[in-house]
């Protein structure tokens, strides 16, 4: 699965609201951030065959401010498997990972 990583222009860090998630570098705006992902060699390859993404988002109904008090950013998956967007499946790529 793709991972996010640091970049020159981020200047602040979401935090997950799920807790599933690590933190996450952003560069951010009032509205919106911007994070920057890496893909593994076997996800550039299947990128390459598909042509598609998928992301996975966490929702939440209400979303309150972050315990000290900054912003929450809700948990994003990158990933060129879709098994892993649809079947939620990089849980269990996580644990055999560890």
């Known amino acids: 699965m793709a991972r ?3 970049f020159p222009e981020a200047d ?3 935090s997950s609201v799920s807790g599933s ?3 996450l570098r952003t560069k951010q705006y009032p509205n919106s951030s911007v994070s ?3 893909l593994d060699d076997e996800e550039l390859q ?4 598909t042509r598609r993404i998928w992301v996975r988002t966490d929702t939440f109904d209400e979303l309150k ?3 000290d008090g900054g912003r929450w950013q809700p948990t994003m998956r990158v990933t060129a498997r ?3 967007a649809i079947n939620d ?3 269990e790529d996580k644990k055999d990972a560890e």
């Not at 299947?46 to 065959?49: E, F, K, P, Y």
């Open 4 to 6: 996010s990583v640091d």
């Open 12 to 14: 602040g860090t979401a």
């Open 21 to 23: 998630a690590g933190d």
């Open 36 to 38: 920057c992902w890496e």
């Open 46 to 49: 299947l990128i390459n065959q």
């Open 65 to 67: 401010k972050a315990p």
């Open 82 to 84: 879709k098994e892993h």
């Open 89 to 91: 499946q990089w849980r």
